[in-house]
Every structure is written in C-alpha cells, then in structure tokens.
C-alpha cells in the first residue's frame, strides 16, 4: 500500500509517495526532470522490499507545490528538510538524471546521512551546449511547472565548478548505472564522475537514459543486491 502525505517547508510543499516495509531501512527515490514519483512504480515492488520507501516530488514536479525559485541546489535543500521532517537521519538514496545531481549534492553536503548512493545516467556536471526548452503545446495541465525546466537545464548547461570538485567528499558506497551510447548523456563523462567518487562502482545497462523503465528486469538485478549490501 503507498500513503501519498505532504511536508511543508517554509518555501514549498513537498508531496512525498511512502510505501514498503514499515520499519524498514529507509530508501529515497529522486526522479529526473519533468517526471514525478510515479516514475519509479515498475520498479517500486522489487527495487528494495525489504526497504521503507519514500518517493519524492521534487519542487514544481507532480504534487509537489510551484515556487518562486528553482534549482538543483534548493531541490538538495528541499531533500535535507524533508530527512529532517520525517526523522530519518540515514537513508538509502536513488536518483535519476536531474535527481541524481540532486542526490550527488545531498551526499556532497551531508555525507553522513547517506548510507547507499545509486546514480542513474546522471548529467555529468561539464559544461555543455545551452539547450533549447520549448512549451508543449498541449490541452492538458503539465504535471510540472515549465519554469522549473528552463532553471535546471540552465543549471546543466553551466554547471558550478564546485559540484564536479566536491565528488571525492562523498563517503556513500556509491553505484553509478549509465545507459550505454543511445544515452544522450556522454558516457566517458559518467565513468569520470564515477572515477571521481572514493568508493564507487560503475555499471552499464544497454537502455539508454531511461535505464529503470527500459530495463527494469537488469536495473533491479544491479541496483537491489546493492542496496542491501
């Protein structure tokens, strides 16, 4: 059963999916830019069952509140409030894409709330050429503010220095999972992130940057044996 509650924080509201073992080790799940908690439900049952689960909505993503200010660092600080709120003083944590930079800066920032550190085809934090966000034009609502896509491209396409420098602070057990050449990401810069991390480990899974949806079956295959390591 998923108990979908709310944690408010002094800029936004933050929708928070709960789900799993109650008791159980708790595992964060961040999902990537302009998709929301629901993202991770093909892999929910099997990702960590042993786990207590929390899939987050990221500010301006699903049911999470709208903000007068975006970005990946205030997304960290969202993550560290919502921890904070819900009493959990280490966690498992899981981030994919726009998530996983966010993850990378939580672990960064607070490393001893990280016990696990999972990195799905994550932007590689080099600078990269300025991409082009255009509205869709479409009759239904957005389950996320267009807003929120143009400060975190932004954010991407030039990312701080400080971000890349600071991966050797990271003390998680990392495992970072790339998608192999159909990724749009470069996947040299993603084994150079992980090179980066101290204790970390690099797999691929032939999906493409939608590794968890694509290839559920070899994802959880890499990702659950981890997670309770």
């Not at 200010?69 to 921890?83: C, H, K, N, Q, S």
Request: charge should be negative; proline fraction near 9%.
């Amino acid at each position: 059963m998923t108990d979908v509650r709310t944690v408010e924080l002094p800029e936004v509201t933050i929708a928070c999916r709960e789900s799993g073992r109650p008791g159980g080790p708790p595992l964060v799940l961040l999902h990537a830019l302009g998709e929301r908690a629901t993202d991770w439900d093909t892999v929910l049952p099997d990702l960590a069952p042993g786990h207590h689960v929390y899939a987050l909505d990221l500010r301006g993503h699903g049911d999470s509140g709208r903000a007068a200010r975006y970005g990946l660092p205030e997304m960290r600080d969202d993550v560290l409030a919502v921890l904070d709120a819900l009493g959990l003083a280490r966690v498992d944590l899981v981030g994919h894409s726009m998530g996983g930079v966010v993850a990378c800066l939580l672990a960064q920032a607070a490393p001893a709330r990280i016990r696990r550190l999972v990195l799905e085809d994550i932007p590689a934090l080099y600078p990269r050429p300025a991409s082009v966000v255009t509205e869709e034009d479409t009759a239904e609502p957005a389950h996320f503010d267009w807003a929120v896509v143009k400060a975190v491209k932004a954010q991407l396409d030039t990312p701080d220095p400080a971000w890349r420098e600071r991966l050797p602070e990271i003390t998680a057990r990392t495992l970072v999972v790339a998608g192999g050449p159909a990724s749009h990401v470069p996947q040299e810069r993603i084994a150079e992130l992980a090179r980066l991390i101290p204790d970390c480990r690099l797999v691929t899974i032939e999906a493409g940057h939608l590794v968890h949806s694509a290839r559920p079956a070899e994802f959880i295959a890499a990702v659950a044996p981890f997670l309770n390591s």
